[in-house]
């Protein structure tokens, strides 16, 4: 520390304790929760900021929320007035044009009162699993953000510690799955309260002005080791340019561009040329487009650093408005993540002659939804589903790209199949990984992942992905990573067909929907893997022995599991 | 009562990183022996018969033939997997899902780093096999097995060579047929090798959890079981011909057979016996409510005992990351089980965790360690960055030259140059105050560790009492409780070595559990008694071939629950009436919205509340030894002085802090002595910091009741 005045000691023992209560925070939501998305899946987010609105602590959940927080909180409670709000109270939005991402991330932000002195704020956010709208779960493609859901501007939903009964029941009345939604709520109502309780536990213990000045301390301190490591970061303009297959209404691909400049100023993101907003679900809000880039930047550095005011303080980005990676009002926004996601992997490529070692090749880089829902006909209840899908990851310089995992800002579980079934009318007839789906590369990318569900009763399924024209792109002579198929089986004809990656679809009895997510890109030339590596793949059955001949140039020895030196040998001259 | 077969002597053997522990306990007299004998990675069974042969050596009274049983903790199971060393194994599934090890939960361990690595499936893809066939979330039928293609499979299995098999069918846990018919064809073509149905070893819902518990249990089985055996062998050599009992991860004891078949029970049996003794003498000296706090040289563990019982958990990896006790994705980073483990916070805060300052300017402690070598800087073994140790034996806490009792001295000039120029000067500060900063990160992860049990999970520290132990546990503790806001400290008698005696106070446990996943309001009341009597009669049996007992078990029943629609459960305890009825059903409703107000602040009465699991423990009580009294008494604490030395303490207005202390010898202290701190007490492989605020009591026993002045 720099500062005489600042104890070391106690500085660590503040700072940790933060970061410990907005942990709970989540141990709470988590625990309590009633959805598949949030309980288990893990969709949601906690963090607590001070009473100056700056980012101090979050917990270890979703990055996508903790980037898009730091302007939602901020922006709700300035409209609200935090005259307004008291002891108790708490404020629910989701307002896409209110610094708020798409209308099912709800944030529940309540002020922390110690001793009748604002001391700060806890904020929740959860992806609820419908928030009403034209389909079940809230996802589809529609024209405008009225189609979505419910628009909730901040409202005080909790007065003086009571949950508002009208408004509750106001909200619940838009939406599907009414006990599942009520119980989430509630769930984040005791994730806020627990927050609470431990933010003033830490005040009993140092008094306001030295809580006070220890939050200035570990923002600064953030600062100070922000700009270290951007110092490191090499200067220059870097650009890239990447597509979104399509926006769900048409086939057009929606162009994405951003160019980094990093110089003595720091860094700048800027998506300048990215295509204008479209009536379709593919428009990011620009807490969206941040959150990107701040997920971005952060990655770049060490690993250790604390994220908090005096990290964000660094993002700058330039997001044109009327664009898709800055949408104005009424555009709709549900699939506002898959642009997000993909700025990631477009900054990344960007990045990649610059910072080769830092990096990773293209990844999923989509959200990959998947919602249905419709009535239960054994409990006659209205009820939604919703998940995320993983795919391969981006191979690395030295090491390959994992297979059937989530990538950047999302790292959402997958719903166990057995809780799923329990709980829903739908059966899960496989999940695994889909093979010979890797981008090919001296290190390749990881598998992609298939799941298929078959519905016993009608359903309304959502497919709102993307990927189903190309696969993530390689690094470095590395190739892409297959791409996405969104297969539709009808019970009353075997044939598949495929359809978009942004639909929804109507489901008769034992119809089936089957995911095969796009694998990562590959780094480095194929055929300068090793092939004892290739030979492991095809051992395990990860790819064929036509595709280790063919796009790594080893030869593969059937009977006995060995590398055929010589014809690998061959092969890989002739190239 | 476990009825003795006539021994006299029980001995408790714990296999350390660095040192094996041997403890003997003469349950006539309640006189304890210990031994020490370092630890032998790479064949265990021989430090652990050189730890009993030393115990049987100490005097002719005991005889090998008087020895009535031994209980062992060991960490042969979680060293196979974490070094990747586990038993190959084949994996049946159901057709479809394949992969369900390797996609895991698909999630990377790590938020922001593009480099990161998934933990390896410990079943490689090709010895993955599908079974065509189906269950519905009900247990019914939808594909019946396809007997010639599971023929198929268990050809290929026979061919791929493996030692052990897991099973685990969907569905399973409702309806077991399937995977027992997948077990049977299996063991008829391979009778000689280890299989585990997931329906035996942990019938709960949620497939990958399930049956990555299953495949951790199949794959350390045939480790787990010649380790067993040698030890067995070893123990025949030298005359001990009693039965071998192992300690669990749940923290109690099971036979070395029943061990060997489901040894993912024992997992995590190390960290367990030091909860389980903090436990037992918690409830000996009338104090339930405790925490127990075990500090070594790489880590510290912490968990919270009520009513003289360790607190479980099932959210648990093996072989990950730091557990910080949330369950997020700390468990993305390695194996989950779903068998019960005492539910410890472990933290990388030893003795040897080294001090530094990172780029941002803060001073920071761990999680690197110096571990025993080349250790910290002043044991002058080539460690060059200062740790925990060094900082304690900077600021006066340790005695350079009485360390291991005198055996090995100190290098304190080393130890002060190493945190000047490597923490002091940097940050601005004296010798001492960086010093004492180290000291007092360390603890504040510590403290954490302490609030994650209790805090956490509800529990007012000010409620409990702390028991340090463990080689540095005595010298923080009594800071870390006035942190915490615990307001009373024990530091039992050779703290260094109490977690071998945890060993020695263990009923013997087994767990039973059924799955009932249904609303309470739809409920057969007959379906639950029916469950437990099940779980009740093999209980018994187990009981019965567990012990050779002819004392009765205790059976302790629960029942976990949640409200309809949510994912994780509480576990409430059965009302007392024997009788299942209305009222027990609505006693225990009202149990659990009283246990899930205490938990998360709310309560949802109109809402349905589903029970999961039955849950059933069977328990062969065993006789504690009963604890000697000092024979030494007297108030007067003097009798025991080594005189005096200057120790910082901060906390003290003293000159810079620094304040001439008193230090005592622990063997010379007598039953009654009554001081106040500051005070170092000294023994040989332990050091006690009494800080000041704070008074110590010598109890009749000989353990050091440590309270402080004020409120906290």
């Known amino acids: 520390?720099?500062?005489?005045?600042?104890?070391?000691?106690?500085?660590?023992?503040?700072?940790?304790?933060?970061?410990?209560?907005?942990?709970?925070?989540?141990?709470?939501?988590?625990?309590?929760?009633?959805?598949?998305?949030?309980?288990?899946?893990?969709?949601?987010?906690?963090?607590?900021?001070?009473?100056?609105?700056?980012?101090?602590?979050?917990?270890?959940?979703?990055?996508?929320?903790?980037?898009?927080?730091?302007?939602?909180?901020?922006?709700?409670?300035?409209r609200y007035g935090p005259e307004n709000l008291g002891p108790g109270d708490m404020i629910l939005s989701n307002d896409p044009y209110g610094g708020g991402v798409h209308l099912n991330d709800i944030s529940l932000i309540g002020p922390v009162y110690y001793q009748e002195q604002l001391v700060g704020y806890t904020a929740c956010l959860a992806h609820h699993v419908d928030v009403g709208g034209g389909a079940p779960a809230s996802v589809g493609a529609f024209r405008e953000v009225f189609q979505e859901g419910i628009i909730i501007p901040p409202i005080k939903f909790v007065k003086e510690g009571e949950l508002d009964d009208d408004l509750f029941r106001l909200v619940l009345s838009q939406i599907r799955s009414k006990r599942e939604t009520a119980g989430d709520f509630r769930a984040q109502i005791a994730s806020n309260r627990t927050g609470a309780i431990r933010i003033s536990e830490i005040i009993d213990r140092y008094g306001i002005e030295e809580f006070d000045r220890y939050i200035d301390e570990i923002i600064e301190y953030t600062d100070r080791r922000t700009r270290t490591e951007l110092e490191k970061l090499p200067r220059g303009v870097f650009e890239a340019e990447g597509f979104i297959d399509n926006d769900g209404f048409t086939d057009k691909v929606v162009k994405l561009a951003v160019k980094i400049t990093i110089d003595e100023n720091g860094v700048r993101f800027d998506t300048t040329g990215s295509d204008p907003q479209r009536r379709a679900p593919v428009n990011s809000t620009f807490a969206q487009t941040f959150s990107a880039c701040a997920y971005a930047l952060r990655a770049l550095m060490d690993k250790d650093l604390p994220v908090n005011d005096g990290f964000y303080r660094y993002v700058h980005v330039e997001a044109p408005e009327g664009t898709v990676t800055n949408c104005v009002h009424p555009a709709p926004v549900v699939g506002g993540w898959e642009t997000h996601v993909r700025l990631n992997d477009l900054i990344f490529e960007a990045l990649a002659p610059a910072l080769p070692d830092a990096i990773c090749a293209g990844t999923k880089a989509m959200q990959c939804h998947s919602g249905f829902g419709g009535e239960n006909?054994?409990?006659?209840?209205?009820?939604?589903?919703?998940?995320?899908?993983?795919?391969?990851?981006?191979?690395?310089?030295?090491?390959?790209?994992?297979?059937?995992?989530?990538?950047?800002?999302?790292?959402?579980?997958?719903?166990?199949?057995?809780?799923?079934?329990?709980?829903?009318?739908?059966?899960?007839?496989?999940?695994?990984?889909?093979?010979?789906?890797?981008?090919?590369?001296?290190?390749?990318?990881?598998?992609?992942?298939?799941r298929d569900y078959m519905f016993p009763e009608e359903a309304t399924f959502t497919i709102l992905a993307d990927r189903d024209k190309a696969g993530p792109r390689g690094l470095f002579e590395g190739e892409r990573g297959s791409k996405s198929v969104y297969a539709l089986i009808r019970a009353s004809d075997s044939e598949e067909q495929h359809l978009s990656s942004k639909t929804t679809v109507q489901l008769e009895p034992g119809d089936v929907i089957s995911y095969r997510t796009s694998g990562g890109g590959g780094y480095g030339a194929p055929f300068n893997r090793d092939a004892q590596a290739v030979l492991?793949?095809?051992?395990?059955?990860?790819?064929?022995?036509?595709?280790?001949?063919?796009?790594?140039?080893?030869?593969?020895?059937?009977?006995?599991?060995k590398v055929n030196e010589s014809v690998t040998e061959k092969l890989r001259s002739e190239r | 009562?476990?009825?003795?077969?006539?021994?006299?002597?029980?001995?408790?053997?714990?296999?350390?990183?660095?040192?094996?522990?041997?403890?003997?306990?003469?349950?006539?007299?309640?006189?304890?022996?210990?031994?020490?004998?370092?630890?032998?990675?790479?064949?265990?069974?021989?430090?652990?018969?050189?730890?009993?042969?030393?115990?049987?050596?100490?005097?002719?009274?005991?005889?090998?033939?008087?020895?009535?049983?031994?209980?062992?903790?060991?960490?042969?199971?979680?060293?196979?997997?974490?070094?990747?060393?586990?038993?190959?194994?084949?994996?049946?599934?159901?057709?479809?899902?394949?992969?369900?090890?390797?996609?895991?939960?698909?999630?990377?361990?790590?938020?922001?780093?593009?480099?990161?690595?998934?933990?390896?499936?410990?079943?490689?893809?090709?010895?993955?096999?599908?079974?065509?066939?189906?269950?519905?979330?009900?247990?019914?039928?939808?594909?019946?097995?396809?007997?010639?293609?599971?023929?198929?499979?268990?050809?290929?299995?026979?061919?791929?060579?493996?030692?052990?098999?897991?099973?685990?069918?969907?569905?399973?846990?409702?309806?077991?047929?399937?995977?027992?018919?997948?077990?049977?064809?299996?063991?008829?073509?391979?009778?000689?090798?280890?299989?585990?149905?997931?329906?035996?070893?942990?019938?709960?819902?949620?497939?990958?959890?399930?049956?990555?518990?299953?495949?951790?249990?199949?794959?350390?089985?045939?480790?787990?079981?010649?380790?067993?055996?040698?030890?067995?062998?070893?123990?025949?050599?030298?005359?001990?011909?009693?039965?071998?009992l192992v300690m669990q991860s749940s923290g109690g004891v099971y036979p070395a057979a029943a061990a060997a078949e489901n040894p993912v029970f024992m997992v995590e049996s190390g960290p367990a016996a030091g909860a389980v003794a903090a436990a037992s003498l918690g409830s000996a000296l009338g104090h339930p409510d405790v925490i127990s706090f075990d500090m070594g040289g790489t880590t510290a563990k912490a968990s919270l005992i009520r009513n003289g019982q360790p607190s479980i958990t099932k959210d648990y990896s093996v072989g990950g990351a730091a557990q910080s006790g949330t369950g997020a994705f700390g468990g993305a980073s390695g194996y989950p089980i779903r068998t019960p483990v005492v539910d410890l916070v472990e933290i990388g805060?030893?003795?040897?965790?080294?001090?530094?300052?990172?780029?941002?300017?803060?001073?920071?402690?761990?999680?690197?360690?110096?571990?025993?070598?080349?250790?910290?800087?002043?044991?002058?073994?080539?460690?060059?960055?200062p740790t925990i140790t060094d900082a304690n034996l900077v600021l006066g806490r340790l005695d350079p030259a009485y360390f291991a009792g005198g055996e090995m001295s100190l290098n304190l000039e080393a130890a002060r140059e190493a945190i000047q120029t490597q923490c002091a000067d940097p940050l601005g500060l004296s010798i001492q105050e960086a010093a004492h900063g180290i000291v007092e990160i360390a603890n504040t992860a510590m403290v954490n560790a302490l609030r994650l049990v209790s805090v956490q999970r509800g529990h007012d520290p000010r409620d409990f009492m702390l028991i340090g132990f463990g080689g540095a546990g005595p010298a923080h503790a009594v800071r870390l409780a006035e942190q915490a806001g615990i307001p009373r400290v024990l530091i039992p008698l050779g703290p260094g070595t109490a977690s071998a005696l945890g060993l020695l106070v263990t009923d013997v446990r087994m767990e039973g559990s059924a799955t009932l996943i249904v609303r309470s309001e739809e409920i057969e009341l007959s379906r639950i008694s029916d469950e437990?009597?099940?779980?009740?009669?093999?209980?018994?049996?187990?009981?019965?071939?567990?012990?050779?007992?002819?004392?009765?078990?205790?059976?302790?029943?629960?029942?976990?629950?949640?409200?309809?629609?949510?994912?994780?459960?509480?576990?409430?305890?059965?009302?007392?009436?024997?009788?299942?009825?209305?009222?027990?059903?609505?006693?225990?409703?009202?149990?659990?919205?009283?246990?899930?107000?205490?938990?998360?602040?709310?309560?949802?009465?109109?809402?349905?509340?589903?029970?999961?699991?039955?849950?059933?423990?069977?328990?062969?009580?065993?006789?504690?030894?009963?604890?000697?009294?000092?024979?030494?008494?007297?108030?007067?604490?003097?009798?025991?002085?080594?005189?005096?030395?200057?120790?910082?303490?901060?906390?003290?207005?003293?000159?810079?802090?620094?304040?001439?202390?008193?230090?005592?010898?622990?063997?010379?202290?007598?039953?009654?002595?009554?001081?106040?701190?500051?005070?170092?007490?000294?023994?040989?492989?332990?050091?006690?910091?009494?800080?000041?605020?704070?008074?110590?009591?010598v109890d009749d026993y000989g353990n050091l009741g440590i309270e402080y002045d004020g409120k906290l």
């Open chain 2, 532 to 697: 437990f009597g099940r779980l009740e009669s093999a209980g018994r049996d187990a009981h019965r071939i567990a012990a050779s007992a002819s004392g009765e078990p205790v059976f302790e029943r629960a029942v976990e629950m949640r409200y309809w629609g949510q994912s994780f459960e509480l576990s409430v305890p059965t009302p007392i009436s024997s009788t299942i009825d209305q009222t027990w059903l609505d006693e225990l409703i009202e149990a659990f919205h009283d246990a899930h107000e205490t938990a998360y602040g709310f309560r949802a009465n109109d809402e349905p509340v589903e029970l999961v699991n039955l849950r059933l423990t069977t328990i062969g009580k065993i006789a504690r030894p009963e604890m000697r009294r000092l024979e030494n008494v007297g108030s007067d604490a003097s009798v025991a002085s080594k005189g005096e030395r200057p120790v910082y303490f901060a906390e003290n207005s003293g000159e810079k802090g620094i304040v001439s202390t008193p230090v005592y010898d622990r063997k010379r202290l007598p039953a009654g002595a009554v001081f106040s701190g500051p005070a170092i007490i000294e023994e040989p492989d332990c050091t006690t910091v009494v800080h000041p605020s704070w008074t110590v009591k």
């Open chain 1, 536 to 561: 492991a793949d095809v051992s395990q059955g990860k790819i064929s022995t036509e595709r280790a001949r063919e796009r790594y140039g080893v030869e593969i020895d059937v009977s006995t599991q």
């Open chain 2, 349 to 385: 805060a030893g003795g040897g965790s080294i001090a530094w300052v990172d780029s941002g300017g803060a001073l920071r402690v761990g999680p690197r360690s110096a571990g025993a070598d080349p250790g910290p800087v002043c044991y002058g073994l080539g460690g060059e960055e």
């Open chain 2, 1 to 244: 009562m476990i009825a003795s077969t006539g021994g006299r002597f029980r001995i408790g053997v714990d296999i350390g990183g660095t040192f094996t522990d041997g403890t003997l306990v003469d349950s006539t007299t309640g006189r304890v022996t210990t031994s020490k004998v370092l630890s032998t990675p790479s064949d265990p069974a021989s430090g652990f018969i050189s730890a009993v042969q030393k115990l049987l050596d100490i005097d002719d009274a005991v005889s090998p033939e008087a020895v009535e049983h031994v209980v062992h903790a060991t960490t042969v199971a979680t060293n196979a997997i974490i070094e990747g060393k586990t038993a190959k194994t084949a994996f049946v599934t159901t057709e479809g899902f394949r992969d369900m090890l390797e996609i895991a939960r698909q999630i990377r361990p790590s938020l922001y780093d593009l480099q990161f690595e998934k933990p390896p499936p410990l079943v490689p893809r090709q010895l993955c096999f599908e079974v065509p066939e189906r269950l519905d979330a009900k247990g019914q039928v939808v594909t019946e097995l396809d007997e010639s293609a599971l023929a198929q499979v268990v050809d290929r299995i026979a061919e791929s060579g493996v030692e052990a098999v897991a099973v685990c069918l969907l569905h399973s846990y409702r309806n077991p047929d399937h995977e027992q018919r997948v077990g049977r064809a299996i063991a008829a073509k391979l009778p000689d090798i280890v299989i585990s149905l997931s329906s035996d070893v942990v019938p709960e819902f949620r497939e990958y959890l399930r049956a990555s518990t299953t495949v951790i249990n199949s794959s350390v089985a045939p480790i787990v079981s010649s380790y067993l055996s040698a030890i067995s062998e070893k123990l025949r050599a030298v005359n001990v011909t009693c039965e071998l």
């Open chain 1, 1 to 78: 520390m720099t500062t005489a005045t600042v104890d070391p000691i106690k500085f660590e023992v503040i700072r940790n304790a933060l970061t410990q209560a907005t942990e709970e925070m989540a141990i709470a939501l988590r625990r309590s929760a009633y959805s598949t998305n949030v309980k288990t899946r893990q969709d949601f987010s906690c963090a607590f900021f001070d009473r100056d609105l700056r980012s101090v602590a979050q917990a270890f959940t979703q990055p996508v929320h903790l980037g898009s927080f730091v302007r939602h909180v901020p922006i709700a409670i300035e």
């Open chain 1, 377 to 450: 006909v054994e409990t006659g209840e209205y009820y939604c589903f919703l998940e995320t899908i993983a795919g391969g990851y981006g191979a690395r310089s030295t090491s390959d790209g994992p297979d059937a995992v989530q990538t950047h800002g999302q790292n959402t579980e997958n719903a166990p199949i057995e809780e799923t079934e329990a709980n829903y009318p739908v059966r899960i007839t496989r999940y695994e990984l889909v093979p010979n789906s890797e981008g090919p590369g001296e290190f390749r990318g990881g598998l992609g992942l298939r």
